[in-house]
């Protein structure tokens, strides 16, 4: 049996998404792991460049919910969310179903997504909810400072005598800290992703997302993310929602909710809007590009055993574009 999965990514955070509605049955928990292991490889081990991880689609029971995206990290865990995925996924449902505006269920919530302008030619967009937010140790899984219920903004000496930090699930957990220009690119990023995701570490047992934001000028930040189940990522989407959802909590002298935050990254740009309901729960929308690379086939057992000898691949000519937009980026500053 062929599988047919579409390369894809959102600000570079690269996916492979497999439909299983194109198989008689679905695949089980247990393939899908060894699949998304085996072709998330990097350097050459994996299918084609890699990625960092699989975004499941399958059919969805829920009222006014065109499908049902899961996430399967490139080391085959499974994780609650994905912000630059679910664009990728909603361009795929909304095309399918040729709707603009729709609900895709994830594995806590049913989330809006909605098409938008183009952001340059070729370079298809799209902006996605970001919710639950809590800061609930528990539910970010989190044991630090002599159990604290929530750390918003302090210091976790366990983890850095200098840095400030802020825990927040989105539903997916975040750790993020504001830094200057300096750390932001220095190892600190690596040696506390590294750490809080060893599978070891009392912090953070089942591992955490660690991002350092740096505010470049108002609404407008720069977000590195060393990502739980992948390691270093070009962008995050949940970890780009909550680092806005930190600036704006922590920087009310300057900005606001419902405002267009700038958000750049090493892969490319998204824009966020934070937004505080009429139950005072936060929620953000992420807009950002929803790239569709190449279409890829190969017999499902090649894949579960990591023979790519029979793989074909089909280019859609959408990565060209997005690398022109990107450059266009770095020529306008
Ligand atoms: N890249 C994603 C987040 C993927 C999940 C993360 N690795 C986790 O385990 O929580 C995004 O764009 O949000």
């Known amino acids: 049996m062929a599988v047919k999965m579409i390369k894809v990514h959102g600000s570079g955070n690269d996916f492979y998404l497999l439909d299983q509605t194109q198989f008689p049955e679905p695949l089980s928990d247990a393939d899908l792991k060894q699949l998304a292991i085996n072709i998330c490889k990097r350097d050459g ?163 955490v997302n660690v991002s350092f934001v740096e505010v470049l000028e108002k609404n407008s930040i720069f977000v590195r993310t060393f990502e739980r189940g992948v390691g270093f990522t070009n962008a995050c989407g949940t970890a780009m929602s909550a680092s806005s959802l930190m600036y704006v909590l922590l920087h009310q002298e300057s900005t606001d909710f419902n405002q267009e935050i700038h958000v750049t990254n090493p892969g490319g740009m998204v824009k966020t809007v934070v937004h505080q309901g009429a139950d005072e729960e936060y929620w953000m929308e992420l807009i950002g590009n929803a790239t569709f690379v190449r279409i890829v086939t190969l017999p499902v057992e090649s894949a579960l055993t990591a023979d790519y000898s029979a793989a074909t691949a089909t280019e859609t000519g959408e990565q060209t574009a997005y690398e022109n937009f990107v450059k266009s980026l770095t020529t306008a500053k």
């Not at 830094?179 to 990023?189: A, C, R, W």
Request: with cysteine; charged share 20%; proline share 5%.
């Open 45 to 207: 081990a994996g299918l084609y460049d890699g990625a960092d991880g699989v975004l499941v689609v399958d059919k969805s029971e829920h009222p006014q919910v065109l499908g049902r995206m899961r996430v399967i990290n490139a080391d085959g865990t499974e994780a609650s969310m994905c912000g630059n995925g679910l664009r990728t996924v909603a361009r795929y449902l909304g095309t399918q179903n040729s709707q603009d505006a729709f609900k895709v269920q994830t594995m806590y919530a049913d989330l809006k997504v909605q098409a938008v302008d183009d952001f340059a030619k070729h370079v298809p967009a799209f902006s996605v909810e970001i919710s639950p937010v809590s800061f609930d140790a528990q539910t970010i899984g989190m044991h630090a400072n002599n159990e604290a219920a929530t750390i918003i903004n302090e210091k976790i000496p366990a983890l850095s005598a200098d840095l400030k930090f802020s825990a927040v699930a989105v539903p997916n957990p975040h750790l993020i800290a504001f830094v200057d220009h300096e750390t932001l690119v220095g190892p600190e990023l690596g040696r506390i992703g590294k750490w809080m995701n060893d599978g070891k570490n009392a912090i953070f047992p089942d591992g």
